[in-house]
């Protein structure tokens, strides 16, 4: 009743291309829905959203070990102080963390155990038990989030709730998205991460977004890679936390959007180590990567304190993260997961 009342009842509508302006199309669909006695709530375009990732920097490789950190992940989890914040937590199976991706390749040996497909759901396709990943992209992002075994992701123990909404072929629409965050929020996660980027704002998802922080989700997404002062959406909702991409020198990797719209925070994302498809491991770049480090932060602030708010575990990411250069391009600075530990737990 509670996302009724924020966002109401979402339907797809098709229409025939007559050539008239999408102004004119979307008030002659609202006449004819009122002539029906409906009540319109709001009409608006179902743009795309698209992969945020630099996946041309892809290289594949096998496992090699057995190591709990893998050497290739080594730099970017000690630039955000994850080893001694594993001290204070390092993570809980109660604690949901939802991917809102191309899918997890849950037959993966590193994410496995930790992928719950009871609470998955494909909105991609008419097969909505059909999630798994076959572009990479979701798998890459969910094993920075949590996996274990020959690598480790920024929670040691978490639930991996996949949610595909965007097909194999990267693409998406804000429809996709409503239906995946409206899903994931119902379903009681804790963390939603959204590695994606639109540039078009849908006062739908807007709503869809602040539904779920209302609801004590923490949501968090990436803020493009598209060389540019300009940040994408769903990063610019003021109910989603966006998150930039630094490299292994702390510097602003120089695809990472900034500027207007508000950064939150940066966190590592230039060649970084996760899980990709059937049982290989790859280097990825982009603010994709970034934001499963910060969504992995929150889970552990969530599960330091499963009772903290949505809006003040964001505030604390913010508040204790380190200072990197100008807040115009750097946000917040550096998300630190020790410092945001010991602000929630109070050691």
């Known amino acids: 009743s509670e996302v009724v009342e924020e966002v109401g009842y979402v339907y797809l509508v098709k229409y025939e291309d007559t050539g008239e302006s999408v102004e004119k199309v979307i008030q002659r669909l609202e006449d004819k829905l009122t002539e029906k006695g409906l009540k ?27 190591e709990r950190i893998h050497e290739n992940q080594a730099w970017h989890y000690g630039m955000i102080n994850i080893p001694k914040a594993w001290e204070i937590s390092s993570g809980n199976r109660n604690v949901k963390m939802a991917v809102l991706d191309t899918g997890i390749d849950y037959n993966h040996k590193n994410l496995k155990n930790y992928v719950n497909k009871s609470l998955g759901k494909n909105f991609t396709s008419n097969d909505a038990d059909d999630f798994m990943d076959r572009q990479g992209h979701g798998t890459h992002v969910a094993g920075t989030i949590a996996s274990y075994g020959e690598v480790s992701g920024v929670m040691q123990e978490a639930t991996l709730v996949p949610v595909k909404i965007l097909g194999d072929d990267g693409l998406g629409s804000t429809y996709n998205i409503m239906q995946g965050v409206i899903h994931a929020t119902n379903k009681g996660v804790d963390v939603v991460n959204m590695s994606i980027r639109g540039w078009d704002y849908s006062e739908g998802m807007d709503n869809a977004c ?43 990797a120089k695809f990472s959007n900034y500027g207007k719209g508000g950064v939150g925070v940066m966190a590592p994302g230039v060649n970084i180590y996760s899980t990709f498809l059937n049982n290989r491991y790859a280097n990825m770049s982009g603010t994709s990567m970034a934001t499963p480090h910060v969504a992995g932060v929150a889970g552990l602030i969530r599960s330091a304190d499963r009772n903290i708010t949505a809006s003040r575990a964001k505030e604390i990411i913010k508040n204790t993260a380190n200072y990197a250069g100008n807040p115009y391009e750097y946000g917040s600075g550096i998300v630190d997961a020790y410092k945001a530990l010991i602000a929630v737990s109070g050691r």
């Open 40 to 66: 319109v709530k709001l009409i608006e375009p179902n743009y795309v959203i698209e992969i945020d990732g630099q996946t041309d920097e892809l290289q594949c490789f096998r496992s090699t070990g057995t």
């Open 210 to 252: 602040k539904t779920a922080e209302s609801k004590g989700v923490i949501v968090v997404a990436a803020t493009g890679n598209d060389y540019m002062s300009r940040i994408g959406y769903p990063a610019r909702y003021d109910s989603v936390l966006a998150v930039g991409a630094v490299d292994s020198n702390g510097l602003r």
